[in-house]
């Protein structure tokens, strides 16, 4: 299968400062990319969807302002947190699909916590 | 009607035990059905998924089995394995959405006992 990568897998940040993700897909194109948020024993929560090369869609209820994405290349998504607050942490998850294709893969997660 | 309900919340079975989960959903435009594990920590895995014109589909240890006019997929896991301990979630892909966006269920956490 496609491989995704997350960077980082892990952050601790003080409150009040921004953290960056990265989101890789290694060995395909990505056209598209999906950013979840998964509490503990909880489902995905999809924050957000973003296309390459344009402004991405977020879920209602998500903060575009908070959780700034960007997808500028086909195989690069990030999800920038600002000012992070306690209240953000949590295990962010990002997946990629191909043109046309339905499947999606998903990375790792990265486990951010906000001191 | 976006809904994917997804039960049991947990199971627990002998090793060697074939567990069910099942799912079931309202919007008829789903098109797409997938299943993935995930592990603690980790990222979710795709296990295997199936389309509506399709009753069953087996890969190795794992089988959908759906039922288009109830609405309704399941996984069965054959021959469990103490390994396949882990959280399994389906999944459906709505077309409309133009993105292939998954509406997931609410997971269920299996154990395998040794």
């Known amino acids: 299968g496609a491989v995704v990568s997350q960077h980082p897998s892990r952050v601790i940040c003080k409150s009040g400062t921004s953290v960056k993700i990265e989101c890789r897909s290694l060995?395909?194109?990505?056209?598209?990319m999906f950013w979840y948020r998964q509490f503990p024993k909880k489902s995905l929560m999809l924050m957000a969807t973003?296309?390459?090369?344009?402004?991405?869609?977020?879920e209602q209820g998500v903060e575009k302002d908070k959780f700034l994405i960007n997808h500028a290349s086909l195989t690069l998504s990030t999800l920038t947190v600002t000012s992070a607050h306690p209240e953000d942490s949590s295990f962010y998850i990002c997946?990629?699909?191909?043109?046309?294709?339905?499947?999606?893969?998903f990375g790792p997660g990265t486990r951010l916590l906000v001191l | 009607q976006q809904q994917v309900k997804q039960s049991p919340q947990s199971l627990i079975v002998q090793k060697g035990g074939i567990p069910i989960i099942n799912c079931a959903y309202e919007?008829?435009?789903?098109?797409?059905f997938p299943w993935y594990q995930q592990f603690p920590g980790k990222g979710p895995a795709l296990l295997i998924a199936i389309r509506p014109d399709v009753s069953e589909k087996k890969e190795g240890r794992f089988t959908i089995s759906f039922n288009k006019s109830a609405k309704q997929f399941s996984l069965h896991i054959m021959d469990s394995q103490p390994g396949d301990s882990a959280t399994y979630f389906c999944?459906?892909?709505?077309?409309?959405?133009?993105?292939?966006?998954?509406?997931f269920g609410t997971g269920t956490r299996l154990k395998v006992l040794a």
């Open positions: 060995d395909f194109q990505a056209t598209t």
């Open positions: 973003s296309n390459e090369g344009s402004k991405a869609t977020y």
């Open positions: 919007n008829t435009a789903f098109d797409y």
């Open positions: 997946s990629a699909g191909s043109p046309g294709v339905e499947t999606q893969y």
């Open positions: 999944a459906a892909s709505d077309p409309t959405s133009g993105t292939y966006k998954y509406i």
